[in-house]
């Protein structure tokens, strides 16, 4: 306990408002109203007599009627030709993968219901992001195409078929041009389908685009070293990463494949070795790769290429004009730290931006250049193909459309009317096309144009490949009957371009002449594995072309060109990201990792900057770009935003997408613009009040630990030195009693290590969480009246740095004011039920609902439950969570989940809970149970990894590890014994199951 | 002595092996047409029918046309016998377009006249169907036992209190006409009415009080075993859309369970078989013979379901709505296979004599209490399974030469079943 570091959760928390004050001693976010009842008009209202017997009548007669003997008749009807691989109550899993990640794919009894990560994957072989968890639910989606349509009318396929091939063959007559517009296709077999359609109909392009754009990165390289190409990055073979607002464990590139990579060099097995990278972030809005920095600076977002161009400097000793100056002196002087760090981990490091500009990119080429990166940490050879989008072709081709010479356009899984930042300029191109074609599987904002819809299937239901990386070729293979009459756009293409083939028959083809011949492996090997790697290429090293001077002026007028106005930095949410999967209520209620806003996008400015203009919390903003698009969005006071600016996500405001998604948020995409052929996603602007409020769906403190000591950290310095520093496991422990006694788990003693260093707060353990236990979505009002579901969060907690002083005493904070709240370090905290073995909410129930179980669980029995709620209140984590309604049956959710086909995601070893009973973690005991049952039948001790938690088999880094404590050799007591292992509140001396272990920080040393 | 000791055991011997000998050759032809019936049901059925072609001929009256030397040799092995050029043999082979009948190798001489018994047994029978015998729960309710008898204590007690009463108003009587000369002679004849009858006993608070208290008894055990009974459905028995009966398929014909209910040994459900499982024998078996050579109307409805046209499945198939005889709550989980497959337990355990079903009925409450009752005493089968030996080994640590039974290791945990 040798911390008085003073951690918050939110900016009311720091300051004990008055209304914070008030809702962390209420249980509840609106007071009940049982003084209306008890008091006053309540009692003063009279029964009659007639009535009150009329009551007691009906109720007696309601009693003794469901008292009846009447047997429920449920029909149970079996295969009538049972498909031999199918036994129904055990789940089957299938390889495919989900945008070039290969996934594992859970299905019961033919529907399926997770997503989990392939073991034996490359790229990423452990966990998934959110989004890759909550695309299950995309495919129960009920505002789906169900039918093909033309002119708005549905119709059959025949018809659409007809009309394409005659659209088809007058734009061929004609010589007007035919042009596929789609998102990043890396699929081999489709590219191969194309160029026969091409064969077909000659003016057929395909063009590229996506909704947030990476070919500045491809030009760049084109530039300075001939490779239109974007690199495969290797953060796990960097010890210095320096990013400026690349949010490259976030939403950059390929995110959660980085998480591993980064994460490798800092879990508690790397630091037992006593290694530990250091990443340095400069950025504008908090990401979450800066929530994870060991230093980060906020900076503008016209000071990136100042600090670049500094960067530069103090790494190869030039002097090109133009770095940061002593305006940003904090900035200034942790570029002179960070050059010096580079240097001595030269080949061994790492600079990215996250700006989409070709000079910014060029010049980031330049210093991993001078750093001898090439061939180390990044690798050219082994290009990435996963954002192909090139937003000059699709520049090229509106240009065409509107000059009238396109006379046919596919649209495919590319959504325009919603992304693209000039909406005219698109409605004027598209007016000029014959026939426009959408694959859409849902009536979105493009399809409003469009002549056709010819619905794709979901990627659940269809056959297909993709080609994330060199030599990686992954397969999509249907896990499910297509539910609605859609038909896979390949299967589309191919019968367009005049072939009766099956398109399973040509991906099986193409992929036996061209990707597995001479493997030895055949098709159904494959289809095991899900994966075809062709292996490595050898990385080199490459040198720079270019004029450096010149490319870092050009780099300048562009970051000058933002400095003006509000400076606007435009992002994507970890949970909702580009905005494609805006109808999944299971991502829109994923807490936002640091600002946990819920159901909403909003614009981030800074506390200290806010007060200057006189914003407050809650207050709407109007936000007029420079290109005059306006938006009004609620504000969030962002500690750790940059003076000067403001963030707002893209992804939000789609205003076709379907009932739970329509209209949430505002919009952000139309600020966006294109400089040097490439999408930029800065602006500049306007900000005034409206004059209006609005409270956002915020869960920061709904569950607050009332400023208790629960974080726990040190620096990696201090770890070395002592691997208990910061853990409070040091001095004598004061004697305790125990007024139960011991719990004994002879047999199995289930408990969870949680690595703070490992956990990045990404929330896809959440959303595995919702999928595992059947948790339901509540939406925005309820979230606001804190009762959100989650049996997980992911808690975060802001601290301050003063002059690089970490530790900042309670009585200090007073004395804090203004840009020194900007200067704050985060933790992220998954906590979930801590199975305590002297549990206090067991104590108070007054029906023995919980209980402990012998293996050192903490059961709930919901049948057992009828809701005091007394446990809740006992609970020193605020880990339960009650019932308000039945979600899974009331009209009132119907937006989310509650529909006869959503449910089918439903996991039918978890029961659905009812209104009015407590839920929380249960340790994914359906897991335990199973992996008990499986090793019994095998009859077989059982082996450490033969359980996994969902939320742990979600986890990337694997931050959340679970096991038998009572087995010494697996791997959570291993992770037990480790030093740094400290228990959440193990002074009231609940024993808590769930082992967390210090945050370390790698801090830059002046 | 002794010569006359050995005489007498002699006799009482032989008189013995005479009883013995007759009563065997009572029970033996019966026996005999038993054995035959099953071996019948078991090896025949799927080619020969009684009383009409199938596959192969009809074999009433069997033992008339053949010799049982020859039909021993035939059943044996047929190929054989039209091999060696026997003219009845080979005329029979070639008057059934040339199909062999299955040479039948490991049945003995016994087993094969059991069979020929039963086919001349069941030839004389007429051709109508058994009947069946009602395949009811015999619901041995001892509850219901005690209520009869609490019935009839009441009875019996209430007739006592009524001969008291008489004897006390007869002794009241006595006094007061010792007391008072006769009174009022000559209303005695009329004799009270019922009402008054009624009336002089609602009089009488001891037995109102009594017949007040029997009738709270009553009432209250009666509702306390009708709340108790509350969502318990046993003895449930509904009608289901085929009248598939578990006593000839699982008695009679000794089908293991698992061949229809094969997930009962590897998945939390024992499932109901598809309608494919039950085309493996009834693609053959179509109980023609009990039906005038038609097809059972029952087995029909399978044909119905699949689309049978007698060579493939059409595409006009409509599934086959079982009604759900088991029904837990949502709230328990409960896994077949760790019940069956781990544990060992025979599906009777639960079911009931299920091979004596016509109709399933639910044999078992299904009870909380009734699921903990058997996790209390059942020991734990662990014996041969390495999982449970670090339980085991942990289990006689603390409690050595205790059961193990499924509750020490903590089978009735509510998370065991309730998640």
């Given at each position: 306990m040798d911390s008085n570091k003073k951690y918050w959760k939110g900016l009311e928390e720091l300051q004990q408002t008055p209304a914070f004050v008030e809702n962390s001693k209420s249980e509840f976010a609106e007071p009940l109203p049982i003084e209306n009842v008890l008091e006053g008009p309540g009692l003063e209202k009279k029964t009659p007599r007639r009535d009150f017997l009329k009551k007691l009548g009906f109720g007696i007669g309601a009693v003794s009627l469901a008292a009846c003997q009447n047997t429920p008749v449920h029909k149970s009807i079996p295969y009538l030709i049972k498909p031999e691989e199918v036994t129904p109550g055990i789940p089957n899993y299938y390889a495919s993968s989900y945008n070039g990640q290969s996934v594992l794919v859970k299905t019961r009894e033919g529907r399926p219901i997770l997503i989990e990560a392939n073991p034996a994957a490359k790229l990423l072989n452990c966990g998934t992001d959110a989004a890759t968890q909550a695309s299950v639910l995309d495919l129960y989606d009920t505002n789906k195409l169900k039918d093909p349509k033309i002119g708005g009318r549905e119709t059959g396929w025949a018809k659409v078929d007809k009309a394409v091939i005659a659209a088809l063959?007058?734009?061929?007559?004609?010589?007007?041009?035919?042009?596929?517009?789609?998102?990043?296709?890396?699929?081999?077999?489709?590219?191969?389908?194309?160029?026969?359609?091409?064969?077909?109909?000659?003016?057929?392009?395909?063009?590229?685009?996506?909704?947030?754009?990476?070919?500045?990165?491809?030009?760049?390289?084109?530039?300075?070293?001939?490779?239109?190409?974007?690199?495969?990055?290797?953060?796990?073979?960097?010890?210095?990463?320096?990013?400026?607002?690349?949010?490259?464990?976030?939403?950059?590139?390929?995110?959660?494949?980085?998480?591993?990579?980064?994460?490798?060099?800092?879990?508690?097995?790397?630091?037992?070795?006593?290694?530990?990278?250091?990443?340095?972030?400069?950025?504008?809005?908090?990401?979450?790769?800066?929530?994870?920095?060991?230093?980060?600076?906020?900076?503008?977002?016209?000071?990136?290429?100042?600090?670049?161009?500094?960067?530069?400097?103090?790494?190869?000793?030039?002097?090109?004009?133009?770095?940061?100056?002593?305006?940003?002196?904090?900035?200034?002087?942790?570029?002179?730290?960070?050059?010096?760090?580079?240097?001595?981990?030269?080949?061994?490091?790492?600079?990215?931006?996250?700006?989409?500009?070709?000079?910014?990119?060029?010049?980031?080429?330049?210093?991993?250049?001078?750093?001898?990166?090439?061939?180390?940490?990044?690798?050219?050879?082994?290009?990435?193909?996963?954002?192909?989008?090139?937003?000059?072709?699709?520049?090229?081709?509106?240009?065409?459309?509107?000059?009238?010479?396109?006379?046919?356009?596919?649209?495919?899984?590319?959504?325009?009317?919603?992304?693209?930042?000039?909406?005219?300029?698109?409605?004027?191109?598209?007016?000029?096309?014959?026939?426009?074609?959408?694959?859409?599987?849902?009536?979105?904002?493009?399809?409003?144009?469009?002549?056709?819809?010819?619905?794709?299937?979901?990627?659940?239901?269809?056959?297909?490949?993709?080609?994330?990386?060199?030599?990686?070729?992954?397969?999509?293979?249907?896990?499910?009957?297509?539910?609605?009459?859609?038909?896979?756009?390949?299967?589309?293409?191919?019968?367009?371009?005049?072939?009766?083939?099956?398109?399973?028959?040509?991906?099986?083809?193409?992929?036996?002449?061209?990707?597995?011949?001479?493997?030895?492996?055949?098709?159904?090997?494959?289809?095991?594995?899900?994966?075809?790697y062709k292996g490595e290429v050898a990385a080199q090293a490459y040198s720079f072309n270019g004029d450096i001077n010149s490319i870092a002026q050009q780099a300048l007028s562009f970051s000058k060109s933002f400095a003006k106005d509000v400076e606007v930095q435009l992002y994507q949410s970890i949970a909702l990201r580009d905005g494609k999967q805006g109808n999944n209520a299971l991502l829109h209620e994923l807490p936002d990792p640091i600002s946990k806003v819920t159901w909403d996008n909003y614009v981030a400015i800074s506390p200290a900057y806010a007060k200057s203009l006189g914003i407050v919390e809650n207050d709407v903003l109007k936000v007029t770009g420079e290109n005059g698009y306006t938006v009004e969005l609620p504000v969030l006071l962002q500690p750790g935003q940059a003076q000067g600016t403001v963030s707002i996500a893209v992804g939000y405001g789609r205003s076709k997408v379907g009932k739970a998604g329509n209209n949430i948020g505002k919009n952000a995409y139309p600020f966006a613009k294109i400089v040097d052929g490439a999408q930029v996603l800065y602006t500049t602007a306007k900000i005034e009040k409206t004059g209006d409020s609005y409270i956002l769906a915020q869960t920061q403190t709904h569950h607050t630990i009332e400023g208790r000591n629960v974080v726990r950290e040190t620096s990696f310095k201090d770890y070395l030195h002592d691997p208990a520093h910061g853990s409070g496991n040091h001095g004598t422990k004061h004697k305790t009693y125990d007024l139960w006694n011991k719990y004994e788990s002879p047999g199995h003693k289930w408990v969870l290590a949680i690595d703070l260093n490992a956990c990045t707060g990404c929330g896809s353990c959440i959303v595995a969480c919702n999928l595992e236990n059947n948790i339901p979505v509540v939406g925005r009002d309820e979230v606001r009246r804190r009762r959100e579901m989650h049996w997980m969060r992911v808690d975060r907690y802001y601290s301050f740095n003063v002059e690089g002083n970490e530790v900042t005493k309670e009585k200090e904070l007073a004395s804090l004011s203004g840009e020194d709240l900007d200067d704050v370090s985060v933790v992220h905290q998954p906590m979930m039920c801590q199975h305590c073995d002297h549990a206090p909410c067991e104590t108070v129930c007054p029906v023995l609902a919980t209980v402990h179980s012998n293996e050192g669980l903490n059961h709930m029995a919901y049948n057992r439950c009828f809701g005091t709620r007394y446990c809740a209140n006992n609970c020193p984590y605020k880990v339960r969570r009650f019932n308000w309604f039945n979600y899974w049956n009331d009209s009132r959710f119907d937006n989310y989940l509650n529909n006869e086909f959503t449910q089918l995601v439903l996991n039918p070893d978890v029961t659905s809970r009812t209104r009015g009973v407590m839920e929380k973690c249960s340790m994914c005991i359906q897991r335990i149970q199973a992996g008990k049952l499986k090793a019994k039948m095998e009859k077989r001790p059982l082996k450490d990894g033969d359980i996994v938690m969902a939320c742990g088999s979600a986890c990337s880094a694997n931050a959340i590890i679970f096991g038998d404590l009572n087995d010494p050799n697996s791997e959570v007591s291993k992770a037990l014994k480790n030093e740094r292992v400290y228990y959440v509140l193990e002074e009231i001396n609940v024993q808590p199951n769930v082992g967390y272990m210090t945050k370390v920080r790698n801090t830059l040393e002046a | 002595m002794r010569n006359i000791s050995l005489l007498f055991r002699s006799v009482v011997k032989s008189l013995m092996l005479i009883m013995a000998t007759g009563l065997t050759i009572g029970t033996a032809?019966?026996?005999?047409?038993?054995?035959?019936?099953?071996?019948?049901?078991?090896?025949?059925?799927?080619?020969?029918?009684?009383?009409?072609?199938?596959?192969?001929?009809?074999?009433?009256?069997?033992?008339?046309?053949?010799?049982?030397?020859?039909?021993?040799?035939?059943?044996?092995?047929?190929?054989?016998?039209?091999?060696?050029?026997?003219?009845?043999?080979?005329?029979?082979?070639?008057?059934?377009?040339?199909?062999?009948?299955?040479?039948?190798?490991?049945?003995?001489?016994?087993?094969?006249?059991?069979?020929?018994?039963?086919?001349?047994?069941?030839?004389?029978?007429?051709?109508?169907?058994?009947?069946?015998?009602?395949?009811?729960?015999?619901?041995?309710?001892?509850?219901?036992?005690?209520?009869?008898?609490?019935?009839?204590?009441?009875?019996?007690?209430?007739?006592?209190?009524?001969?008291?009463?008489?004897?006390?108003?007869?002794?009241?009587?006595?006094?007061?006409?010792?007391?008072?000369?006769?009174?009022?002679?000559?209303?005695?004849?009329?004799?009270?009415?019922?009402?008054?009858?009624?009336?002089?006993?609602?009089?009488?608070?001891?037995?109102v009080f009594f017949a007040?208290?029997?009738?709270?008894?009553?009432?209250?055990?009666?509702?306390?075993?009708?709340?108790?009974?509350?969502?318990?459905?046993?003895?449930?028995?509904?009608?289901?859309?085929i009248k598939f009966s578990h006593q000839l398929h699982a008695g009679i014909n000794q089908i293991e369970c698992q061949y229809c209910h094969s997930g009962a040994f590897k998945s939390k459900n024992a499932s109901i078989p598809s309608a494919n499982v039950c085309m493996n024998c009834h693609k053959y078996v179509t109980a023609s013979d009990k039906y005038n050579g038609e097809t059972s109307p029952e087995i029909q409805k399978i044909y119905d379901a699949l689309d049978w046209d007698g060579q493939n499945y059409g595409p006009d198939q409509r599934p086959i709505q079982w009604i759900r005889i088991h029904n837990l709550p949502d709230f328990a989980y409960f896994n077949h296979s760790q019940h069956v497959s781990v544990a060992g337990l025979e599906c009777q355990n639960c079911h009931g004599p299920i091979e004596t079903m016509d109709e399933v009925y639910q044999f078992s409450p299904l009870t909380m209490k009734w699921c903990v009752n058997c996790h209390r005493e059942t020991e734990v089968n662990h014996k041969d399974n390495a999982y449970y030996d670090k339980l085991v080994a942990a289990h006689d640590k603390l409690k050595e030469g205790d059961k193990i039974t499924a509750a020490s290791l903590g089978g009735l945990e509510c998370g065991k079943c309730h998640y």
């Open positions: 063959d007058e734009a061929n007559a004609s010589g007007k041009q035919i042009r596929i517009v789609s998102s990043t296709l890396n699929s081999p077999t489709a590219l191969s389908l194309i160029a026969q359609f091409t064969a077909k109909y000659p003016t057929t392009k395909l063009v590229e685009i996506d909704s947030v754009s990476y070919a500045g990165i491809i030009k760049a390289n084109q530039n300075s070293f001939g490779k239109a190409v974007i690199p495969h990055y290797r953060f796990d073979k960097a010890e210095v990463i320096v990013s400026v607002s690349a949010d490259f464990i976030g939403t950059w590139l390929s995110g959660e494949e980085y998480t591993q990579q980064f994460i490798s060099k800092r879990d508690y097995k790397s630091l037992e070795n006593g290694k530990m990278s250091r990443l340095i972030q400069f950025e504008s809005g908090m990401s979450l790769t800066g929530s994870n920095a060991d230093a980060r600076i906020p900076i503008k977002v016209s000071e990136e290429v100042p600090v670049l161009i500094a960067l530069y400097n103090a790494i190869t000793g030039n002097n090109v004009a133009g770095a940061i100056g002593s305006d940003n002196a904090k900035a200034q002087k942790v570029v002179a730290l960070a050059s010096k760090e580079l240097l001595q981990a030269k080949g061994k490091s790492v600079v990215v931006a996250g700006s989409n500009n070709v000079a910014v990119q060029s010049l980031v080429n330049a210093i991993n250049v001078a750093l001898e990166n090439y061939g180390n940490t990044i690798d050219l050879d082994n290009a990435s193909y996963q954002y192909k989008g090139n937003d000059t072709d699709f520049e090229s081709f509106l240009n065409e459309a509107k000059a009238g010479n396109v006379g046919v356009a596919f649209f495919l899984n590319t959504n325009p009317a919603y992304d693209y930042y000039d909406s005219k300029k698109l409605a004027d191109a598209l007016e000029k096309i014959k026939t426009k074609i959408s694959f859409s599987d849902r009536e979105d904002e493009t399809s409003v144009y469009m002549d056709i819809l010819a619905p794709n299937h979901s990627y659940l239901e269809s056959w297909g490949d993709g080609n994330a990386l060199t030599g990686y070729y992954t397969i999509v293979q249907p896990t499910i009957n297509p539910v609605y009459n859609t038909r896979q756009y390949e299967q589309s293409l191919l019968i367009w371009s005049g072939s009766e083939q099956d398109y399973y028959d040509y991906l099986r083809a193409y992929w036996e002449q061209n990707i597995l011949a001479g493997t030895g492996r055949s098709w159904d090997d494959m289809l095991q594995t899900g994966f075809e | 032809s019966a026996q005999d047409v038993k054995e035959g019936e099953s071996l019948f049901k078991q090896k025949c059925t799927s080619c020969h029918a009684i009383n009409s072609d199938m596959v192969g001929p009809a074999l009433k009256g069997v033992n008339d046309r053949y010799s049982e030397e020859w039909l021993l040799k035939w059943i044996k092995n047929s190929q054989a016998l039209v091999a060696s050029g026997d003219e009845q043999a080979v005329a029979l082979f070639e008057g059934h377009n040339r199909v062999a009948m299955t040479p039948f190798p490991d049945l003995s001489d016994d087993q094969i006249r059991s069979i020929l018994a039963y086919i001349d047994d069941a030839g004389q029978a007429p051709a109508a169907s058994a009947t069946a015998e009602g395949g009811a729960a015999n619901n041995n309710d001892v509850s219901g036992f005690m209520l009869v008898g609490l019935g009839i204590v009441i009875v019996i007690a209430l007739l006592v209190i009524f001969a008291l009463n008489r004897v006390i108003r007869t002794l009241e009587r006595i006094i007061v006409n010792k007391e008072i000369e006769i009174v009022d002679e000559e209303e005695e004849p009329k004799g009270p009415t019922l009402m008054d009858k009624v009336k002089v006993l609602s009089k009488n608070k001891r037995l007040v208290l029997m009738l709270v008894v009553f009432l209250g055990s009666a509702g306390w075993k009708t709340l108790w009974d509350v969502g318990v459905h046993q003895g449930y028995q509904p009608v289901q859309p």
